[in-house]
């Protein structure tokens, strides 16, 4: 690849991307693609979790959506990187943010102000790869993607080489003006023959429309739409229609026009965006004074309409299938979730559309890879506007809609449900049941009442004997496992009408492991003995019982059940988020009525009083005969164990909530051997799943200073209360390795200020921070694994102390990544 300058400021960008990425993975994912000029060079592609644009705040070093890098040599051992390719930043609707009101528009951003029409079609970027070679990518990826023939990538390039054709003119030709200018071409990808979105484009605008010309740089900088305009012409995209206005008033009174009828030079616009500059930043909004500034105007009717109805028809043809293969209910208009049937045309559509797929599947064969929805809604609008139509439209409109006809087809609908947790302990899942199960008088059986050595049998005939009184049955179980899944599917086989599989999916994905098992370590902990077996006793057993479920679970894949409601591991979301998310998510499952506001705050009461009985509190349930000594038995061990002095940990260490696998699998490819050995462990499963500082050892306790150290972190112990704990920052430097052991390097250590803990818990971490012995600051470290468990751990402080002090010893830079971390009591 040609040289190109290292631009300081885009290659720290990067370096940031990476380290966020490596202690926040949910929040900055990134993938790497082969270039497809050149299968040695490696393009990343990095996306941002997209519900944190909102937050001010901004967690991203960027707000670019849609950036792609490559490495460049290192330069002093230390890696730079250059920016391919650059989108717009991160822009919003009218009153979708405070920034974006009218009056905060009008107090802040400056004229001309430029309305550019919005495509309805999927991004494309086009970028110099080198000064001969392009890159055609869409929004996150490039190249050919699963499902897909052509990707979105592959469809823009397509229609790129025919412009070359058609100007005469060649790929090189035009990397050569990219590179040189160091410029992203930004377009919409419009072609119905390829994929439909909610306007359609007849032939002379079907292509690509050019509307943006990036400098790749972290700066967000674009060409006026007079050069995009330019450009266009030269090399025979589409030209984005376009005007300019002065003031905001002037652009609030055009758009309110458009919008009256959605159209503009009498065609349907979606909406336009609107390009400025920043005055005056409005309060906290991640912008500085003089940057180019973003913001869009949309028209929600009818196209707001029209989305409803494209994916009402989805949802529709996939139970239409799951109808046909008696592995699900069937369509019904009860199957629509609510939120989409506030519209009456809407209703009038899902009833019309039913008939349609009933009468005659094939003429939607095409519609799940978006074919065939523009024709489908226009033989809607004929239907609406016959006699037939408009008196179903009246009648949705007073709220008596006739009811809807049978099918005479093989759809089979649903007859009785199980709902399937998916969680591991601390979850909340059974508080969740219980109070779902208040509101709705559902049956609800819990694995952990029944006391067996072959306990799985039993909870299944729990299931199914409360099916036969009960419409919707609650397994409450972790179900963890395929197997668990399986087992409840294969016990209501072959019933007829078929059975339901709901999941309730706490899924683990994107998540940190020390993260998830502090987080349930906190809600086991405070619950104390309000348990069948798993109860925060003198062992701290439970901790290993977390670490088990999280190293074990077996994610839900959406084939195992026929429907799922997304629940959340997460602090933010306490029992009455968790609550109600169930109960929206059941009511729009399975079409209940939603239950009244008085009816849900019992439920939560309901949760928030629930108690094992009483023989279950210790340790037993009751039983007959012999099972009635073995029982007693069992809960005088317990009793004793529980008057036992709760046992001391072994040491205390920092518990950062970071993913090993996350940060070091960018870096360790750089240097063979730490490659080799990185891969080593992991197919030896020698990774840390739950990464830990040591801080100091109750061995050490007779050293100077040790016995104060021991004190203050007991002082800031999170194991009684995460939530209130003292947070720390921990500051990552180096991965450091030999043939034996890998650690990572720990910086720096500072008190996070805006965190839960206050009062003495901040003031005792502000001092165990200025008071932290230098000694102590030159042996932080992770321990990332030994090469076999004769190894020991102990290996890696002494690789970290002699990398410190000089010695040759193999190490890479981690780019400053850091994590939250809070002190915690460790026995293992």
């Known amino acids: ?451 067996s050595k072959k306990p799985a049998p039993i909870f299944i005939k729990n299931v199914t004997d409360l099916l036969k009184n009960h419409d919707v049955v609650i397994a409450d179980k972790n179900n963890h496992l395929t197997q668990h899944r399986a087992a409840l599917r294969t016990a209501v086989a072959g019933r007829t009408p078929p059975v339901r599989l709901l999941a309730l999916n706490w899924s683990l994905d994107g998540l940190a492991p020390a993260d998830v098992h502090r987080i349930c370590n906190t809600r086991i902990s405070s619950r104390g003995e309000n348990h069948q077996s798993l109860r925060p006793a003198a062992s701290r057993e439970h901790e290993q019982v977390i670490w088990m479920f999280i190293n074990k679970t077996e994610p839900l894949a959406p084939s195992e059940v026929d429907d799922v409601v997304d629940m959340e591991v997460s602090e933010e979301e306490g029992l009455e988020e968790a609550v109600r998310r169930a109960v929206e998510g059941v009511v729009g499952v399975l079409g209940l009525e939603e239950p009244s506001e008085e009816k849900i705050e019992e439920g939560l009461d309901k949760a928030m009083e629930y108690a094992v009985p009483a023989a279950d509190a210790g340790g037993n349930a009751k039983g007959k005969g012999k099972g009635k000594a073995q029982d007693k038995k069992k809960q005088d061990v317990q009793e004793e164990k529980n008057k036992k002095k709760t046992k001391p940990p072994r040491y205390f260490g920092f518990l950062p909530d970071v993913d090993l696998e996350a940060l070091l699998s960018g870096v360790v490819p750089q240097e063979k051997s730490a490659a080799a050995l990185y891969e080593h462990l992991r197919k030896e499963k020698r990774i840390a799943t739950r990464p830990h500082i040591t801080i100091v050892h109750s061995k050490a306790l007779q050293e100077a200073g040790a016995q104060d150290l021991w004190d203050r972190c007991m002082t800031l112990d999170s194991r009684g209360d995460a939530k209130s704990a003292a947070v720390f920052e921990c500051t990552f430097g180096h991965v450091v390795w030999n043939s034996r052991v890998m650690a990572v390097t720990v910086e720096d250590v500072k008190l996070v200020k805006e965190q839960e803990g206050e009062g003495d818990n901040q003031q005792a971490g502000a001092e165990f921070v200025s008071k932290m012995p230098e000694e102590l600051r030159k042996r932080l470290h992770i321990t990332v694994g030994t090469g076999n468990s004769g190894i020991a751990a102990v290996e890696a402080k002494s690789l970290v102390e002699g990398w410190r002090a000089g010695r040759n010893v193999q190490s890479l830079p981690l780019e400053g990544a850091s994590a939250k971390a809070r002190i915690h009591g460790l026995f293992s």
């Open 1 to 451: 690849m040609a040289a190109r300058p290292v631009v300081p400021e885009d290659s720290a960008l990067i370096a940031k991307l990476h380290s966020v990425s490596a202690a926040k993975p949910k929040l900055i994912k990134s993938s790497v693609y082969d270039a497809p000029a050149d299968p040695e060079l490696k393009v990343r592609s990095w996306k941002m979790d997209e519900f944190k644009y909102y937050d001010v705040p901004s967690p991203f070093p960027t707000l670019a959506r849609g950036i792609f890098t490559v490495e460049l040599p290192k330069t002093n051992g230390t890696q730079e990187y250059r920016i391919v390719a650059r989108g717009y930043d991160k822009f919003f609707n009218i009153g979708e943010v405070p920034w974006t009101t009218w009056d905060a528009l009008e107090a802040h951003t400056a004229p001309p102000y430029t309305l550019s029409l919005k495509s309805n079609g999927c991004i494309i970027f086009i970028a110099a790869l080198t000064p001969t070679k392009i890159l055609v990518t869409s929004k996150h990826s490039i190249g050919p993607t699963p499902g897909a023939n052509p990707s979105h990538a592959q469809a823009g390039e397509a229609w790129l080489r025919k412009y070359f054709a058609k100007k005469g003119k060649t790929e090189a030709d035009f990397a050569a003006r990219l590179w040189e200018n160091n410029w992203t071409a930004i377009a919409e990808l419009c072609d119905d023959s390829f994929e439909e979105h909610v306007l359609g484009y007849p032939p002379e605008k079907t292509g690509l429309h050019l509307h943006g010309l990036n400098e790749s740089t972290k700066a967000f900088h674009t060409l006026p739409q007079a050069d995009v305009d330019a450009f266009a012409a030269e090399w025979g995209f589409i030209q984005t229609a376009s005007l300019e206005l002065n003031s905001i008033a002037e652009v609030r009174a055009f758009t309110d026009e458009c919008g009256t009828t959605g159209s503009w030079n009498d065609e349907p616009v979606e909406g336009f965006v609107v390009r400025t500059h920043v005055a005056s930043t409005p309060g906290k909004a991640p912008y500085t004074p003089g940057s180019t500034f973003f913001f869009k105007v949309k028209f929600d009717e009818p196209y707001m309409m029209y989305r409803d109805w494209r994916e009402v028809t989805k949802t529709l043809l996939r139970l239409a299938e799951q109808g046909r293969t008696g592995k699900g209910p069937g369509m019904s208009e009860k199957s629509v979730h609510k939120g989409k049937m506030r519209r009456a045309e809407t209703k009038v559509y899902v009833r019309w559309v039913i008939g349609e797929i009933a009468r005659d599947p094939t003429a939607f064969e095409e519609y799940g890879k978006n074919k065939g929805i523009i024709a489908t809604r226009d033989r809607f609008l004929a239907y609406l506007a016959t006699p037939e139509g408009q008196e179903l439209l009246a009648a949705a409109k007073k709220g008596n809609m006739p009811p809807p006809p049978n099918l005479n087809d093989s759809t089979v609908p649903f007859g009785k449900t199980i709902i399937v947790p998916v969680a591991i302990p601390g979850c909340g899942k059974t508080a969740v049941a219980v109070a779902l199960a208040h509101i709705f008088g559902f049956g609800h059986t819990q694995s952990d009442d029944v006391k």
